[in-house]
């Protein structure tokens, strides 16, 4: 017994000396940044989203830009009279924005669809190439729901 | 270790010596085998502890962001692998994983050995040898002990549990109260099993509840001590757990944090997960953590608590009858323990051809069917002929229906029998010799009389199982 131990301490004293292991860390996702703040396709000038969001997906379809969020915590009245006041700033009209609150009272409260002008992307930034992070996930990729 | 154990038991040292030369032959078989899934966690795990103790041991102040993110990571997995695997990452940092496996199937066998020895002296000779039998060698049990899934090591450190809860209540009727030392024991032993797989959390509570009422039925005020260092022991060596993963996910983490995207993933819709679908090109575990990390960024809340509402929302439109249907789905995965035996297959072979595909796949069920009859004949009969049976009857019973709780919470998957396989054995020894029992009527020996209470208590074990498998039945048609 005494010599296990002494082992085990004579183990501990050298590992210093052996080099670090190296983990993956792959088993932690990463928490991608907000496309909007980033900037990677701008939202037009003085469209300033006011209220907590999270983007869903974002592409151009038939020539507009849709953009999915989804809004929390805030009362549905209260999201669409922020939105409201960022269309008129932006000179867009209210309709440009469809609010479709959920039905249960979560933290998450609904969705906000965004019909905008198509935007470029506007920044270097690498992680502007990720579609985890601009939401324009490419047609080929699966949905999340198989069990593997 | 052998050696004693060949004085003390010919037949056993064979019987156990068999199990580690089908590890042996099955070992070679898959030792290039990388990790893979939830393996490569516990390997981060391992890496990171290792890590940890490197860097105290140098007087460096510990990568917090590494230990957060591989040991904490998502608040899945309570580090008991990664324990297992740090002296391991400590001494060979770059180690490939086929050495690793080489020290996990060294630590699954001392584990084994330990485990046969406490049965065979707590329990006795007939299920220490059930133990060599059922489930050492179903060969899909044995590569899984190659493996870094806690599962299997949770099921047998269980059965020491048992072995002793059962021990000290024995010995408790003839008014032996155990020490305090023997309370810390069971703590480690069951604060141990959770570590290893926290699932088996409400088993370890189960058995420690039921043996404590009994315990403090027997010695009134002699038991409140032992008891009380038991509870002490586990919860302070839950708390390290709890509070890093809580510091690192900046919400409350007890055990685990799969529970609630389990509960969604299982019943309700998984595309209503992140309140509706998740992001696509990941699964069904990753998608909804890196959801909730967004939610919890836009309001501040924790993402554990995100988490929780996410469930709840995929959760809306569950039944009693989609619940019966999924949980009845659930058993069926459950029983098809035979999914593993592709670890022995190489990679470009057909899935289900060859002899080592037959050993692993055929070759585990035929073995595991008629023995899981068995057991479930266990959980019915009712031992009320000896008081050490009783209390081994109804301490197994409990820690059995207790682990068979996890089709109910969680998509089953084909290694979960390993932790409740490792209960099999016994529990198929135990009919045998209520049945026995019964068919003779011999009388119990003195001290040994039977406990009206105890028999009571496997009834209502009884008939609640078997409402409860009618239940499900009825509202899965």
Same mark, same amino acid.
């Given at each position: ?148 | ?44 795990? @391992?890496?990171? %502890? !290792?890590? *940890? #103790? ?5 007087? $460096?102040?510990?990568? /917090?962001?590494?230990? +957060? &993110? ?79 899934? @806690?599962?299997? %090591? !949770?099921? *047998? #450190? ?5 072995? $002793?809860?059962?021990? /000290?209540?024995?010995? +408790? &009727? ?304």
């Amino acid at each position: 017994m005494a010599g296990m131990v002494a082992l085990a301490v004579a183990a501990v004293l050298i590992s210093p000396a052996l080099g670090r292991a190296v983990p993956s860390g792959s088993y932690r996702p990463d928490l991608p940044p907000d496309p909007l703040r980033l900037g990677c396709y701008p939202l037009p000038s003085g469209l300033v989203l006011d209220f907590p969001y999270q983007v869903r997906t974002d592409g151009n379809v038939d020539g507009h830009r849709l953009l999915t969020l989804q809004w929390d915590e805030l009362d549905p009245a209260e999201v669409r009279a922020r939105l409201d006041a960022a269309l008129a700033r932006a000179g867009l009209p209210r309709r440009a924005a469809l609010v479709t609150p959920y039905a249960d009272d979560a933290i998450v409260r609904g969705t906000v669809v965004l019909h905008l002008p198509v935007a470029r992307l506007a920044s270097s930034d690498p992680a502007c190439r990720d579609p985890r992070t601009t939401k324009r996930f490419p047609p080929d990729w699966a949905p999340s729901t198989a069990y593997g | 270790m052998r050696g004693r154990l060949a004085r003390a038991d010919p037949l056993l040292t064979v019987a156990v010596a068999v199990a580690l030369a089908v590890k042996a032959v099955l070992f070679a078989r898959i030792a290039d085998l990388p990790f893979r899934g939830d393996e490569v966690a516990y390997h981060d795990a @391992g890496c990171a %502890l !290792a890590n *940890l #103790v490197r860097d105290l041991v140098a007087l $460096r102040g510990p990568d /917090t962001s590494e230990l +957060a &993110r591989n040991v904490v990571g998502n608040g899945w997995f309570m580090p008991g692998m990664g324990v297992v695997l740090a002296p391991f990452y400590l001494l060979a940092p770059h180690a490939g994983d086929g050495w690793a496996r080489a020290w996990l199937g060294v630590v699954s066998a001392v584990v084994f050995v330990l485990a046969v020895r406490s049965t065979q002296r707590t329990l006795g000779r007939g299920y220490a040898l059930a133990l060599c039998l059922f489930p050492a060698l179903v060969p899909v049990w044995v590569l899984l002990s190659l493996t870094a899934y @806690g599962d299997l %090591l !949770a099921g *047998l #450190v269980l059965v020491i549990l048992l072995g $002793r809860l059962v021990e /000290t209540v024995r010995s +408790a &009727r003839a008014g032996d109260a155990p020490s305090p030392r023997d309370g810390a024991v069971l703590g480690v032993l069951g604060i141990t099993v959770v570590y290893l797989r926290s699932s088996a959390s409400l088993a370890v509570a189960a058995v420690a509840v039921l043996a404590a009422v009994l315990l403090v039925a027997q010695l009134r005020r002699a038991a409140a001590l032992p008891v009380l260092v038991a509870g002490a022991a586990f919860v302070a060596l839950l708390l390290p757990w709890s509070i890093s993963a809580s510091v690192a996910l900046d919400d409350r983490v007890v055990t685990t944090t799969s529970v609630p995207t389990s509960l969604a993933n299982t019943f309700g819709d998984r595309s209503e997960v992140c309140f509706g679908p998740c992001d696509p090109g990941s699964t069904v575990w990753f998608a909804p953590v890196r959801y909730a990390r967004e939610v919890a960024r836009a309001t501040g809340q924790g993402e554990v608590g995100v988490l929780d509402e996410m469930s709840d929302h995929a959760r809306e439109d569950v039944t009693a009858h989609s619940y019966a249907r999924d949980v009845v789905r659930n058993f069926d995965r459950y029983r098809r323990i035979d999914g593993f035996g592709s670890l022995l297959k190489p990679p470009d072979a057909p899935y289900d051809q060859g002899f080592w595909q037959w050993l692993a796949r055929d070759v585990s069920l035929r073995i595991f069917t008629p023995v899981s009859w068995l057991v479930a004949a266990a959980l019915l009969v009712v031992s009320r002929r000896r008081f050490g049976d009783q209390v081994l009857a109804v301490l197994l019973k409990v820690g059995l229906l207790a682990l068979l709780t996890q089709p109910f919470a969680h998509l089953a998957g084909s290694r979960y029998w390993t932790t409740a396989g490792a209960l099999g054995g016994l529990a198929v020894v135990l009919l045998g010799r209520t049945v026995v029992d019964a068919v003779r009527r011999a009388p119990p020996e003195p001290g040994d009389e039977p406990s009206r209470l105890l028999t009571v208590a496997q009834w209502v074990l009884s008939v609640a199982t078997v409402t409860v498998v009618a239940g499900i039945a009825v509202l899965a048609a």
